[in-house]
């Protein structure tokens, strides 16, 4: 337990470093900033990514899936080749951006990946592999390794048609729905499936059946809401939205037979955990209905042009709903201790700037002004990103010196 405390610290350092990248993107048009703008965006995309999600979340499927004491001496040569290629990036894309050695860590991290997943497959608790939770788990990381054919296309694509052309893009958009939607969220569900089996909330097998093969159908048909900008066929609208329909049934029919285990659930969580289940959960279905409304042309149009949308939605995704389900898991193991004082200064500064991306956005399409302080207040807004990360982190120190 206490090296998986010392892992989830070091994701949460990985975050940290990221959210300040975050504000020194929003810094550079407030102040002059003597930085590549497009080298920032790389190396903090990189670290939020790859450091603080996916080193938190293989710390949670490591400890819940695996015999700790027999497994760990082998983990740990994965966990800490993992952490060189991610220091590896941190130090080389704000720097250089896509350049021969932040590109040979980049290739090494998808390797690592690669040897993460394989351990859990082979090495994971027997008795749990046929369990419900195992087998989100286990396509989450199947989506994971489908997610890096994006990164292994773009090598060919650069050397072939260029970086100009729509492949590119579709590339990288490839690989980040499959990571989003794919690997994030099913298996930030299924960690939290696991939780209720351990607690005998077994889901019915019509209940899971439907909503695992629903699940997924949506993930395969709403990466084509990934191409709409390059203004395809209507048919590609049709089938986003309907794979965006069948998830949200998915969902609410997953939400539906959990909320009749309430009770349970309130016993099982504190107060505190217990009210951000519920703030994940409404968060979750909102970004199912973005998703749902972007298969609407005129909407699409808005997110291929109005890139503060986009922005906004991934923000959505990635601060709000995994990075608080991120915190409830963690919270609950007791990897990190979630003051409430920076869970309250993280929402805030998570509302704020997701409210003025948002606006952003709509003042572009309707032509309004966004006055001469909303970059300094976005910024300012930024800057609680990582305050609140800060305030957690000196809450998991003061509780590790007390101990």
Known sequence: MLVLKKHSRVALIYFLLAALLGVVLRAFYTIEIPINYRFVVHGHSHIALLGWVYVALTTLIYKTYIDQASYYSKYRYIFWFTQITIVGMLVTFPFIGYKALSIVFSTLFLFASYSFTWFILKH????????????????????????????????????????????????????????????????????????????????????????????????????????????????????????????????????????????????????????????????????????????????????????????????????????LSLFLLMDFYKLLHISRLGYVVYLTGFIMTEFLIFYKGLAGLLSLQIGDGYFLTLTLGSLLIPVSILLILIANIKTKHSL
């Not at 590119?168 to 990571?179: G, K, S």
Request: glycine share 8%; hydrophobic share 50%; net charge positive.
């Open 124 to 323: 994971g608790k027997k008795e749990l592999k046929d369990s419900n939770s195992f087998k989100c788990v286990k396509i989450a990381l199947g989506y994971m390794v489908l997610s890096s054919i994006g990164p292994w296309a773009l090598g060919a694509i650069m050397s072939t048609i260029g970086a100009e052309s729509i492949w590119y893009r579709m590339a990288i958009y490839f690989y980040l729905h499959f990571q989003y939607n794919g690997w994030m969220v099913l298996a930030l569900i299924g960690l939290l499936l696991y939780l209720l089996e351990q607690n005998n909330i077994q889901l019915p097998k019509n209940v899971f059946r439907r909503f695992f093969w629903s699940f997924n159908l949506g993930i395969i048909l709403t990466f084509s809401l990934s191409a709409l900008w390059t203004k395809p066929s209507f048919l590609f609208n049709i089938l986003g939205g309907l794979g965006s329909v069948i998830q949200i049934i998915a969902v609410l029919g997953l939400a539906k037979y959990i909320s009749t285990k309430k009770s349970t659930l309130k016993q099982l969580y504190s107060n505190f955990q217990f009210k951000l289940l519920t703030t994940v959960s409404v968060l979750l279905l909102i970004k199912m209905i973005l998703q749902l409304i972007t298969s609407i042309p005129f909407f699409a149009n808005l997110a291929a042009t109005y890139v503060d949308f986009t922005i906004g939605y991934l923000h959505w995704t990635f601060l709000g709903v995994v990075t």
